[in-house]
């Protein structure tokens, strides 16, 4: 595409962009929401100013207040513009923001008498920035390693705990910002005194008005008409009952006056010099207290947004958006901002504020209010702590009544436990409490789920080593004696007793055949912990007392590694062992039973006697005998290879031959171990097709081949012998089918 064509395709794409924006129907909801997010980031910077510069640098308080709404202004324009949510809006955190007020004031409490003023407004100011510029790197290396979806893992009601708690957070700080008063139950007889009376129920009754409208109607039209409506009805209650401003002030209706004149001044050099940073390294630990404590609000946070707005959101990019955010933002000594789940809420999925405008337009609120003192404290303190109330009891609504008739009644129960102890202990332990009960109900829950993904037995399932007629009657005979389990998951101590417990159930069952060998299979076993160690320990003890012998497959090297380091199997271990796979174990097992079979011998018999299992008539043997040709192989040597063609099949009169998927063994997969009496490569001989597989000798071994010449030779000359010898192949292929059939049901119970 030529440039001109680009520029054209750019200018048009914004043209379109601009248009979608200022469409009424989207510009409303964004200048709503954004104006009202500017005007409650503009009282969080006076909150949090307040909070930190105060004390012995109360004289500093209103440039804690421009470092605030540096924050607000700097972090709001880069998460708007680079989150992966359009709408999203930060806030300067209360979490993080305690925390750094108690670090500055354990440093100005320290260095009180021993430095001037000046020294403690810049201690702290580099400590404020250290903390900043240190959160917002691990932020952003956070996402930058895409480790943000850790969060995943939280259960659904831990989350759902966590919005409850936040909506009772939220309201309580409506409650606060209402009556001026922190709001406890323990103050309701003061909260409803007459001159308290009048300052929080207006603020309560617009918020559950606004509550309810948009629980029954959806509108962007509603929170901004809402709004202007609440404030005509304040100033017109004003004027009719003769009230001014400052008296509405004085009697709590109105925020309080901001300072006169620009709140910003920019940092100075000297501040470094002036900055007692032994003091700032004292306080290490609690900076990365500081620091762990963002990472998890703001994942959290994130979540909550992306649950409350219904729109995926990509957490690593969030970190990353809020790492860059702090970054500049401690550049000019600002405190940590981040998403702020019910400011985000409150213009995304109340306000249908959809767009990146938002964010920005909540800056330049920040801006006016930086440069040009406070015109937005007249704003009435019923509607914006309404908002807080609407918002607030919006989540409790969802999370204490809708969601009993969506979650089960352990999840709603976690919820509300959850809710109530950040209500009574706080935010971070009710959030790690709601966490550890999860945990404990996972444990309980994860421990009654089935450990064996398949139960089979030496009846349904054989290995694949070749096995004659009689031997495979035999195996089905005493099939009983292997018991076989196919583990999957993770095992630990609860899994390890259920398996236990399955066992030894199985082992006192009252059978014709008495269990001797117990298999278990690590395919599917994801890990496995010491308390499952020392399970499988007391299962060996249980096999030693019960006399079977426990074998371990398909062990990872991991799970392979800690079974040695524990000492579990011992060198020569007469009661467990290990093979590399189900099918080996499966195999040795089934050599230990036909072992104890006086007709086993059989294998060292003249090819004659070893087929007497597949043909009716003995005579037919010796006569369809001298249709094939003998081939002595040693150990080692290749029988036919992958892609050559099938000119024969085979029949092994002594020794021992294994069918591989690939010629190179290193890499194959062994599909059958083929003994005496056998037929090799029979399918592919009848399909008239190349060998699909590679067949190599284990020993060495005599082998008789019946060509395709020879076969058209015995169809000519001994049709009967012919027919004989066709039925004997059918016969094969019906019992390796029927054997197929019994494992594929077995694996589907």
């Known amino acids: ?166 909506g009772y957070l939220i309201a309580q700080s409506g409650f606060s910002l209402l009556s001026d008063r922190f709001f406890s139950l323990s103050e309701l007889d003061i909260l409803l005194q007459p001159q308290f009376l009048i300052r929080w129920v207006p603020g309560v009754v617009f918020g559950l008005i606004l509550l309810w409208v948009l629980r029954h109607h959806s509108s962007v039209f509603i929170v901004p008409g809402m709004v202007l409506a609440g404030s005509l009805i304040f100033y017109a209650a004003l004027f009719l009952t003769q009230m001014n401003i400052a008296e509405a002030r004085e009697l709590g209706l109105l925020l309080p006056e901001f300072p006169k004149g620009a709140l910003w001044q920019h940092l100075k050099p000297d501040l470094l010099l002036q900055a007692h940073w032994q003091s700032i390294w004292e306080q290490l630990p609690r900076i990365v207290s500081i620091v762990l404590v963002t990472v998890m609000m703001l994942l959290l946070n994130s979540t909550g947004i992306e649950l409350a707005s219904g729109r995926d959101i990509d957490l690593n990019q969030e970190l990353r958006a809020a790492g860059l955010g702090n970054i500049v933002a401690g550049l000019g000594g600002g405190i940590i901002g981040f998403h702020g789940l019910g400011l985000s809420t409150l213009c995304s999925a109340k306000i249908g504020a959809k767009s990146r405008i938002v964010g920005i337009l909540a800056a330049l609120v920040c801006v006016l209010v930086l440069f040009a003192g406070g015109f937005v404290s007249l704003l009435p303190k019923a509607v914006l702590g309404g908002m807080l109330i609407f918002l607030g009891f919006g989540f409790l609504v969802e999370w204490m009544y809708d969601a009993w008739f969506k979650l089960s009644k352990s999840e709603y129960a976690l919820v509300q436990i959850i809710l109530l102890a950040i209500a009574l202990v706080g935010f971070l332990k009710g959030v790690g409490l709601g966490l550890a009960i999860a945990m404990v109900l996972f444990v309980v829950s994860y421990s009654r789920t089935r450990v064996a993904k398949h139960i089979l037995s030496g009846v349904n399932y054989r290995s694949r080593a070749g096995r004659s007629p009689t031997e495979q009657r ?62 499988f320990e007391k299962l060996k003890q249980v096999a030693q007392r019960e006399s079977f012998n426990l ?68 005579p037919q043997i010796v006569e369809i005998a001298t249709y094939l040709e003998e081939i002595d192989l040693a150990a ?50 009848f399909s008239n097709t190349a060998h699909q597989t590679t067949a190599i000798a284990d020993m060495p071994s005599t082998i008789h081949q019946l060509t395709r010449t020879a076969l058209v030779n015995m169809q000519t000359e001994n049709p009967q012998g012919a027919i004989a010898f066709q039925q004997a192949i059918n016969q094969l292929m019906a019992e390796r089918l029927s054997h197929a059939y019994q494992e594929i049901n077995q694996l589907l119970d």
Not at 148 to 157: E, I, Q
Not at 588 to 601: G, M, P, V, Y
Request: overall charge negative; glycine content about 8%; hydrophobic content about 45%.
């Open 1 to 166: 595409m030529p440039p001109t064509a680009q520029v054209r395709w750019s200018r048009q794409s914004f043209r379109a962009l601009m248009r979608q924006e200022l469409h009424p129907s989207r510009l409303v909801p964004s200048l709503t929401a954004g104006i009202i997010a500017g005007i409650f980031l503009v009282v969080y910077a006076v909150s949090f100013g307040a909070l930190i510069f105060s004390g012995e640098l109360t004289p500093f308080v209103s440039a804690g207040i421009g470092l605030v709404l540096f924050t607000a202004i700097t972090v709001s324009i880069i998460v708007a513009l680079g989150s992966s949510l359009p709408g999203v809006l930060i806030i300067p955190q209360d979490g993080p923001g305690v925390i750094l007020s108690l670090l500055i004031s354990a440093m100005v409490t320290k260095l009180s008498g021993s430095a001037t003023p000046a020294e403690l407004f810049a201690t702290a100011v580099m400590a404020i920035a250290t903390t900043s510029l240190l959160t917002g790197a691990v932020c952003y290396l956070l996402g930058a390693y895409r480790l943000g979806n850790l969060t995943r893992f939280a259960p659904y009601s831990v989350i759902g705990g966590f919005l409850s708690g936040t």
């Open 636 to 685: 080692g040597n290749t029988l036919f290879c992958e892609g050559e063609a099938a000119i024969a099949l085979y029949i092994i009169e002594f020794g021992q031959v294994t069918v591989w998927s690939q010629a190179n063994q290193a890499t194959a997969k062994r599909l059958q171990t083929l003994g005496a009496g056998s037929f090799v490569g029979e399918m592919d001989f």
């Open 551 to 618: 074998l371990f497959t398909h062990l990872s090297p991991e799970i392979a590694e800690q079974i040695q380091r524990s000492g579990l199997i011992k060198e020569d271990d007469p009661i467990c062992l290990i093979f590399p796979d189900l099918d080996r174990g499966v195999e040795w097992c089934e050599n230990q039973i036909l072992e104890s079979i006086s007709w086993r011998r059989k294998k060292s018999l003249p090819l004659v006697l070893q087929l007497e299992s597949w043909f009716l008539h003995a």
């Open 474 to 535: 035999t195996l089905r005979q005493e099939g009983e004696q292997l018991y076989i389990l196919d583990l999957q998951g993770f095992l630990f101590f609860g899994t390890a007793t259920t398996l236990i417990n399955q066992i030894q159930q199985r082992v006192q069952t009252e059978k014709s055949v008495p269990i001797k060998f117990v298999v278990l299979n690590f395919q599917a076993v994801t890990g496995l912990d010491s308390s499952g160690i020392l399970g």
